[in-house]
């Protein structure tokens, strides 16, 4: 049976031509770049478009690829960077309705919440409410660290800052997720009585 | 307590040093309040790491794919063309002209005094077309015309690649 190949391994069969190498890179990374996506977009198709667009873009510049840091600290520096374009040009063509926007997609998130109220009372269903409520900025750097195996250093690559500053971006993200899920807890637990 | 949570933090991180971490675990070992904010954090910290990953749709990685496709199929044709293939015609043609001067060059009688009498090889009765009488005025002119309409096409081609290249810079 043949193991695993590594990404770098991966990356050299994509830049002799074969395709379908590519195809087991996107397989290996889609899920945590779609969660990355979704912290910064709020909706799956958007997070889908992201997503998408990130690795098409990772396929473009593959050849640029210094091979210096991990493959996959790359590719989130290539997330922020799309989510971020993509974030400013919405925001841009939905300057005027705005408000309308923002009422909807509270409006669906309480629908949503009610709809699953019974079935979803775990921790992990309030950890990613809270993560939700999170800003883009907070929820990324958690996803990384949590998720992404990456270092502060590596985090901070990723982002274009210094490890130390994210460093304490992240002690304030984890003490604002902490608040917000106690927060959504205690809404809950009045709600029950 | 900001501070106790950024030292406890640091500590669950494995970013203390060697003495700042044994100084945190003899502070959670003796203060109560350290060794319960301890266990809150860690357990904080357990939650957090279990957080899961979105799953994307199943059709993802056919998408990506197909898109690279179709984008690698739409590059134009310019584009598209191997350089080798391009490197091959010039090099043959570079190789045809320089074999052709050379023979020309080898085969030249460069002993002889003057230049072989090319005029008593040309036959007699050799008469140079007379074309002048075919070449009217109105012939001119629509050969000018298509001229100038051809430079103009050009220039403007010219200038709308320039206009292109600007916007895309």
């Not at chain 1, 050299?12 to 996506?37: E, I, M, P």
């Not at chain 1, 998408?52 to 290539?78: E, G």
């Not at chain 2, 001229?147 to 810079?169: E, H, Y």
């Given at each position: 049976?043949?193991?695993?190949?590594?990404?770098?391994?991966?990356?050299?069969?994509?830049?002799?031509?074969?395709?379908?190498?590519?195809?087991?890179?996107?397989?290996?990374?889609?899920?945590?770049?779609?969660?990355?996506?979704?912290r910064?977009?709020?909706g799956?198709?958007?997070?889908?478009?992201?997503?998408?667009?990130?690795?098409?873009?990772?396929?473009?510049?593959?050849?640029?690829?210094?091979?210096?840091a991990?493959?996959?600290?790359?590719?989130?520096?290539?997330?922020?960077?799309?989510?971020m374009?993509?974030?400013?040009?919405?925001?841009?063509?939905?300057?005027?309705?705005?408000?309308?926007?923002?009422?909807?997609?509270?409006e669906?998130?309480?629908?949503?919440?009610?709809?699953?109220?019974?079935?979803?009372?775990?921790?992990?269903?309030?950890?990613?409410?809270?993560?939700?409520?999170?800003?883009?900025?907070?929820?990324?750097?958690?996803?990384?660290?949590y998720?992404?195996?990456?270092?502060l250093?590596?985090i901070?690559?990723?982002?274009?800052?210094?490890?130390?500053?994210v460093?304490?971006?992240?002690?304030?993200?984890?003490?604002?997720?902490?608040?917000?899920?106690?927060?959504?807890?205690?809404?809950?637990?009045?709600e029950?009585? | 307590?900001?501070?106790?949570?950024?030292?406890?933090?640091?500590y669950?991180?494995?970013?203390?040093?060697?003495?700042?971490?044994?100084?945190i675990?003899?502070?959670?070992?003796?203060?109560?309040?350290?060794?319960?904010k301890?266990?809150?954090?860690?357990?904080?910290?357990?939650?957090?790491?279990?957080i899961?990953?979105d799953?994307?749709?199943?059709?993802?990685?056919?998408?990506?794919?197909?898109?690279?496709?179709?984008?690698?199929?739409?590059?134009?044709?310019?584009?598209?063309?191997?350089?080798?293939?391009?490197?091959?015609?010039?090099?043959?043609?570079?190789?045809?002209?320089?074999?052709?001067?050379?023979?020309?060059?080898?085969?030249?009688?460069?002993?002889?005094?003057?230049?072989?009498?090319?005029?008593?090889?040309?036959?007699?009765?050799?008469?140079?077309?007379?074309?002048?009488?075919?070449?009217?005025?109105?012939?001119?002119?629509?050969?000018?015309?298509?001229?100038?309409?051809?430079?103009?096409?050009?220039?403007?081609?010219?200038?709308?690649?320039?206009?292109?290249?600007?916007?895309?810079?």
């Amino acid at each position: 049976m043949q193991s695993k190949l590594s990404d770098i391994e991966l990356i050299d069969q994509v830049l002799a031509g074969n395709q379908s190498a590519y195809a087991d890179l996107v397989k290996r990374h889609q899920r945590f770049v779609f969660t990355l996506a979704m912290r910064f977009a709020k909706g799956r198709e958007d997070a889908e478009e992201i997503a998408q667009d990130c690795f098409i873009k990772a396929y473009r510049s593959l050849s640029t690829f210094q091979r210096q840091a991990k493959f996959s600290t790359w590719l989130y520096s290539i997330v922020y960077t799309t989510a971020m374009t993509f974030l400013r040009k919405k925001r841009v063509d939905t300057d005027s309705i705005d408000d309308e926007g923002t009422f909807i997609q509270v409006e669906s998130q309480s629908s949503a919440y009610d709809v699953n109220n019974a079935e979803n009372k775990s921790r992990s269903f309030y950890l990613n409410q809270a993560i939700e409520q999170l800003l883009p900025d907070d929820a990324a750097i958690i996803t990384m660290f949590y998720k992404g195996e990456q270092s502060l250093e590596e985090i901070g690559q990723a982002l274009g800052m210094e490890a130390n500053t994210v460093k304490v971006k992240l002690f304030r993200a984890r003490q604002r997720l902490k608040d917000k899920l106690e927060r959504n807890l205690k809404h809950e637990a009045k709600e029950l009585i | 307590m900001n501070h106790i949570e950024e030292q406890l933090w640091n500590y669950i991180d494995g970013n203390c040093t060697p003495d700042e971490q044994s100084a945190i675990v003899k502070l959670i070992a003796s203060d109560e309040a350290y060794r319960l904010k301890y266990q809150e954090l860690l357990a904080l910290n357990n939650e957090f790491s279990a957080i899961e990953l979105d799953e994307p749709p199943m059709a993802f990685t056919y998408n990506v794919i197909e898109a690279i496709r179709t984008e690698n199929a739409q590059v134009p044709l310019k584009a598209a063309i191997n350089k080798r293939i391009i490197m091959g015609i010039a090099l043959f043609f570079i190789i045809a002209l320089a074999g052709f001067i050379t023979y020309t060059l080898v085969s030249f009688n460069w002993s002889a005094q003057s230049l072989p009498d090319v005029a008593a090889k040309v036959p007699v009765d050799f008469k140079v077309p007379q074309i002048s009488s075919s070449i009217s005025k109105p012939i001119v002119e629509g050969f000018l015309f298509f001229d100038v309409v051809l430079g103009l096409f050009l220039f403007d081609t010219f200038l709308r690649r320039k206009n292109v290249a600007k916007q895309i810079k």
